[in-house]
């Protein structure tokens, strides 16, 4: 049996270059971790805690224990981290690290990445608080210059928004961008995801906007039932019904679905 002895060392002696601002705090009850000389976890411990030396190996490992889930924009920050103190070490880490988070490293995750690192912090946190993906954020790498966008996401990550909703924002923010729309047209001026949406997509199709105003206005004068709702509603690039019922019982589930063949007909009719 090899035993591997690891250190305590008063944290005012490990450096916090490693610092990726995690999102959840390390639990008190467990002491820093540290990995030559470079605390790993307790960024924001008083300097005279204590910190556990973690032997040479294993790093990713550590990283992985440490932090079981982390999101892309919190991995995006300690990949920066890493190799800014690392640089001799952090193409061996950087491969097995992405790996460990369910991602495949490639230069398109690369540049992602480095979009992603431009944007500022409350952005970030929005894209980690919506479980974003680097595909989620592919529009960014269209930008020349995404210093000139920030206004846009910084508000975008203000607005109440879903994550189906704030990607097709984000998508249709950086399109209307490029097409040399004002920045501050695109800024949201409503809390409400829906009719924002609604402005852009008007915005970037015209045609099929008006098709889908129409559409919204008749379907709002069909027969609907008692408690149940029906709007017209765009996604993406399909558009179709959005049908909400409220029931209480197996029967009257059935009724209410018996009533909605009326509006079947009526569809067919309008189509």
Request: net charge neutral.
């Given at each position: 049996?090899?035993?591997?002895?690891?250190?305590?060392?008063?944290?005012?002696?490990?450096?916090?270059?490693?610092?990726f601002?995690?999102?959840?705090?390390?639990?008190?009850?467990?002491?820093?971790l540290?990995?030559?000389?470079?605390?790993?976890?307790?960024?924001?411990?008083?300097?005279?805690?204590?910190?556990?030396?973690?032997?040479?190996?294993?790093?990713?490992?550590?990283?992985?224990?440490?932090y079981?889930?982390?999101?892309?924009?919190?991995?995006?920050?300690?990949?920066?981290?890493?190799?800014?103190?690392?640089?001799?070490?952090?193409?061996?880490?950087?491969?097995?690290?992405?790996?460990?988070?369910?991602?495949?490293?490639?230069?398109?995750?690369?540049?992602?990445?480095q979009?992603l690192?431009?944007?500022?912090?409350?952005?970030?946190?929005?894209v980690?608080?919506?479980?974003?993906?680097?595909?989620?954020?592919?529009?960014?790498?269209?930008?020349?210059e995404?210093s000139?966008?920030?206004?846009?996401?910084?508000?975008?990550?203000?607005?109440?928004?879903?994550?189906?909703?704030?990607?097709?924002?984000l998508?249709?923010?950086?399109?209307?961008?490029?097409?040399?729309?004002?920045?501050?047209?695109?800024?949201?001026?409503?809390?409400?995801?829906?009719?924002?949406?609604?402005?852009l997509?008007?915005?970037?199709?015209?045609r099929?906007?008006?098709?889908?105003?129409?559409?919204?206005?008749?379907?709002?004068?069909?027969?609907?039932?008692?408690?149940?709702?029906?709007?017209?509603?765009?996604?993406?690039?399909?558009?179709?019904l959005?049908?909400?019922?409220?029931?209480?019982?197996?029967?009257?589930?059935?009724?209410?679905?018996?009533?909605?063949?009326?509006?079947?007909?009526?569809?067919?009719?309008?189509?």
């Open positions: 049996m090899v035993v591997r002895l690891m250190l305590l060392k008063p944290i005012s002696q490990c450096s916090k270059c490693l610092d601002l995690p999102r959840r705090p390390w639990p008190q009850v467990f002491p820093a540290a990995w030559r000389g470079h605390l790993l976890t307790g960024f924001h411990r008083p300097p005279t805690d204590m910190a556990l030396e973690l032997d040479d190996g294993g790093l990713v490992d550590a990283y992985k224990a440490a079981p889930e982390l999101g892309l924009s919190e991995l995006a920050r300690l990949l920066r981290a890493l190799e800014a103190t690392f640089p001799e070490y952090f193409l061996e880490f950087r491969n097995p690290l992405c790996t460990a988070y369910s991602l495949r490293w490639s230069d398109r995750l690369g540049q992602t990445i979009a690192l431009q944007t500022q912090l409350s952005f970030q946190t929005w980690d608080d919506k479980k974003l993906g680097p595909r989620d954020l592919s529009p960014l790498l269209a930008l020349p995404i000139e966008f920030l206004p846009y996401t910084e508000a975008l990550a203000r607005l109440p928004i879903s994550k189906v909703e704030g990607v097709r924002a998508e249709l923010g950086v399109e209307l961008f490029l097409l040399g729309r004002p920045l501050n047209d695109l800024l949201p001026s409503t809390d409400s995801p829906s009719l924002y949406l609604r402005r997509e008007q915005w970037r199709r015209p099929t906007s008006e098709n889908d105003e129409a559409w919204r206005t008749d379907v709002a004068q069909w027969p609907w039932p008692a408690q149940v709702q029906g709007q017209w509603q765009r996604f993406g690039d399909q558009a179709g959005e049908i909400k019922i409220r029931t209480t019982s197996a029967d009257d589930l059935k009724k209410k679905l018996e009533r909605l063949n009326s509006i079947g007909e009526t569809w067919s009719c309008k189509s």
